[in-house]
């Protein structure tokens, strides 16, 4: 068969069909294809074609996925657990997604602390979370609101906790009262994702300084492949009765070429913490 320069270009247009959630791209195949995705209830995928618009759009099942044209892309959204098959059409061909959407795979809670609350996000389902950003309400004991905050709790693989506080100051607070929002969270579908917190060293370490005593964070592996390990530990600080006072979280990534982190700075412990605890170490190899 002879290939034209006009059929190559229409070729490795196709090829070009791209895939992204939260600003991640992943390569989709050639015009007329078929692909499998699964997607949370909540999440939005948002699919375009270089070199052509994409200029029809069909959901079999709206409830559970829904789809829309938006400035030439196709705009998927997961809406309750189920599947649907999901077209999309331009002057390329055709690519059909079978869409499995799951519940959302994580949940929050709270845990009143001294003048504050810790916010708890246990990942429950998917492979890896890079990221959950949150809205804590702070209200009165009518449930009136008073002060508003954004929290981001980020690296949590399968199964895994990550911790975060916010305090309030303000008079008449009822720490029980605090609303929390899932604002939005992101996770890539371009990876592969593995547990990787038994082959990483995570310590941290104590260090006097002017303004009390501080805890610093590192971490170490033997890692010599492609990808990056992402790490994260938390620390939960307790006074002499037992009540939390804050928690303190360190991350960074490492990789083949850089595969020890110290924090030279390190972070102070709360005014009269007697003793503090890790409660978590994170360690997922992307690749």
């Known amino acids: 068969m002879k290939i034209t320069k006009k059929s190559l270009l229409a070729l490795v247009l196709s090829l070009l069909m791209v895939v992204s959630i939260c600003s991640v791209s992943v390569p989709a195949e050639a015009a007329s294809s ?18 052509g618009s994409i200029n029809k759009v069909s959901s079999n099942k ?18 309750k657990p189920g ?32 003048e504050g609350v810790m916010i708890s996000v246990k990942n429950t389902t998917a492979p890896f ?42 008079a008449g607070i009822d720490f029980t009262k605090t609303q929390v929002k899932v604002l939005e969270w992101s996770r890539s579908l371009d990876y592969k994702y593995k547990n990787y917190a038994s082959k990483v060293n995570m310590s941290w370490t104590e260090e006097p300084s002017t303004y009390g005593t501080k805890l610093k964070f590192s971490a170490n592996s033997n890692y010599s492949g492609k ?9 939960i600080c307790y ?49």
């Open 239 to 287: 006074d002499g009765a037992g009540q939390i006072l804050g928690v303190i979280t360190g991350s960074a990534y490492l990789y083949s070429a850089k595969n020890v982190y110290t924090d030279t700075y390190g972070v102070t412990l709360p005014d009269g913490t007697v003793r503090y605890e890790v409660v978590s170490k994170r360690a997922i190899l992307k690749y």
């Open 34 to 51: 078929k692909k499998s995705v699964t997607l949370y209830v909540g999440e939005v995928l948002k699919v375009w074609a270089i070199g």
């Open 62 to 79: 709206k409830k559970v996925c829904a789809v829309k044209k938006k400035s030439g892309d196709a705009i998927l959204t997961a809406k």
């Open 129 to 170: 979370i890079s990221s959950v950003s949150l809205q804590v309400t702070f209200c009165d004991a009518a449930g009136n609101p008073i002060n508003q905050s954004t929290r981001y709790v980020d690296y949590i693989g399968k199964g895994q906790t990550g911790y975060e506080d916010v305090y309030c100051y303000d």
């Open 227 to 235: 990808g990056s390990i992402y790490i994260a530990s938390d620390v």
């Open 83 to 114: 599947k649907a098959v999901v077209t999309m059409k331009n002057k390329r061909g055709t690519i059909t997604y079978t869409v499995t959407v799951k519940k959302k795979p994580f949940s929050v809670t709270t845990t009143p602390i001294k």
